[in-house]
């Protein structure tokens, strides 16, 4: 699978609107809702990079073992 600029595109897109929604908690005092959105936000982008991540380790064995056995 070819990866581009959306990829980036949307991981900086979660970390603004994760930084948005944890701003507009903190300011109302609910920090403890503030810090599970953020953690969540964290989760979904670490999920996506460890995709990306096993796909490359993926093309990697591919290249170097030429056979998926």
Known sequence: MAYDVNTIFQIAGIGIVVAMIHT?????????W???VTLIG???VLYM???IVNDLFERIRS????SGG
């Open 42 to 44: 964290f989760v979904v």
């Open 24 to 32: 507009v908690l903190k300011q109302m005092g609910k920090e403890d």
């Open 63 to 66: 290249i170097f073992l030429f």
């Open 49 to 51: 990079v460890a995709t």
């Open 34 to 36: 503030a810090q599970w």
